[in-house]
């Protein structure tokens, strides 16, 4: 027989202790779209593997290096989803979303990459992601950055930054890449290897580059921003008023020019000092030709995304925890009738007192050990049945947070009781 199987690397296991953060960060993202007026989406994890060839770009890292693909045994070339955007757009264009109507969604849930794993980034990751389609102006741009903002303060994030670029049209943007080409050609020499197979491809992605021997030769390069055409220059002006209206301090990035092909116009990132090399926590941009390329009407579309793992990491770092769940009480049961009669206890205390967590002893034990598991449950209060107490109809209440004398209450006024004695913060 083998030893025990593990988690493919670069895919984890999150376990219960882990878990409040995420549902922190999940629970605050979802009341605030609802607050903006975004609905939920949903679409699958596989999608055929051309949706992203097509949509990210055939030369990007993604696509020729990261990208979970097989054949099924229909013969069908398949992919886990490496990002949620493509699949969004498919999933609108195929259910007829986007017929002269506007829509502001979002969705959730993992994504899969191929990649090296380290500290933030895993090959299986978690991202929160939302898009609004057709809106050309700059102000679902801004909405798009006062929203994430809004996000940050209320998980009560601080000192992220904030990075935007323009891209400007596909039409001067393939005249500044003609520039880059000349600039990067003119410096072949100095060129790692992944940057001499940019440089054919995409050469804006060397502007992404992360090798530091390449850094003063790339602060040399043309900047986008001098090459925007008019209408991307007025957006892109129009833009930062926005932003500096409503507060929001940031930074122009000429450099900042996103991993995937379908971006457009606006782009941007938040970042943090706080994870080391891995700064992006938030990052997204305008994408107005994507509609169209994977076969639907022309449609101005934008959206971000963040990754859930960076996010929870930086709260982590930051000594951010996340809000005490509802109170608890523990249903300690000792004796042959007290299970049989405790369940049913249970019940009827669930019933009368929604959002309280209530955990009934299972798996019988003594008295001390049960107090002991009551303990450990976090709970705050204890609720004792023991045969004597079934035969008077009472239980006995006992304070686990605090010093307190243990109480004798009916059952019939359990509710009442339980629901005074959890409303005071100390148990008392």
């Known amino acids: ?59 990007t890292d993604i696509v020729e290096k990261e990208m979970y693909t097989f054949e099924d045994r229909g013969g069908d070339r398949l992919s886990l989803r490496p990002e949620a955007t493509a699949g969004l757009v498919r999933a609108a264009i195929e259910n007829g979303l986007l017929h002269n109507q506007k829509h502001r969604l979002w969705t959730a849930g993992p994504m899969f990459r191929h990649e090296r794993p380290q ?113 991307s220059r007025v957006h892109f002006e129009r833009f930062q008023e926005l932003l500096a209206g409503c507060g929001i301090a940031f930074t122009i990035d000429p450099r900042l020019v996103r991993g995937l092909d379908y971006y457009s116009r606006t782009v941007f990132e938040w970042t943090t000092t706080a994870l080391g090399a891995q700064d992006a926590v938030c990052s997204g941009g305008r994408y107005d030709g994507l509609v169209a390329q ?14 859930v793992e960076r996010l929870v990491s930086l709260m982590q770092a930051t000594g951010i925890a996340a809000p005490a769940g509802p109170p608890g009480l523990y249903v300690v049961l000792a004796g042959d009738r007290a299970v049989r009669e405790g369940l049913a206890v249970a019940e009827r205390l669930r019933d009368a007192l929604p959002g309280i967590v209530i955990e009934v002893n299972l798996g019988g034990g003594s008295f001390k050990s049960q107090l002991r598991r009551a303990d450990r449950s976090q709970a705050r209060l204890a609720l004792i049945i023991g045969d004597d107490e079934v035969a008077r109809r009472t239980a006995a209440i006992k304070s686990l947070r605090a010093e307190a004398a243990q109480q004798e209450c009916a059952w019939e006024d359990l509710p009442a009781r339980i629901g005074s004695l959890l409303r005071n913060e100390d148990g008392r």
């Open 294 to 307: 994977l076969g639907g009407g022309a449609t101005p579309a934008i959206g971000w995304a963040l990754g």
């Open 1 to 59: 027989m083998g030893g025990a199987l593990q988690a493919v690397r670069g895919m984890n296991d999150l376990l219960p202790g882990q878990l409040p953060l995420w549902q922190f960060v999940e629970q605050q993202a979802r009341e605030l779209f609802a607050a903006y007026g975004y609905q939920e989406f949903r679409v699958p994890l596989v999608e055929h593997a051309e949706l992203f060839q097509r949509s990210i770009g055939e030369h």
């Open 119 to 231: 500290q933030g980034r895993y090959r299986q990751f978690h991202q929160i992601d939302c898009e609004a389609f057709g809106y050309e102006g700059p102000d679902v741009d801004a909405e798009m950055i006062l929203m994430s903002a809004r996000l940050w303060r209320r998980l009560g994030i601080g000192g992220l930054r904030l990075r935007i670029n323009s891209l400007g049209t596909p039409e001067s943007r393939r005249m500044y890449r003609g520039r880059l080409v000349e600039y990067f050609g003119r410096h072949r020499t100095l060129l790692d290897a992944d940057s001499l197979r940019r440089l054919e491809g995409n050469p804006l992605r060397i502007l992404d580059s992360k090798n530091p021997a390449l850094a003063e030769m790339i602060a040399g390069a043309p900047a986008i921003t001098d090459h925007l055409d008019d209408g």
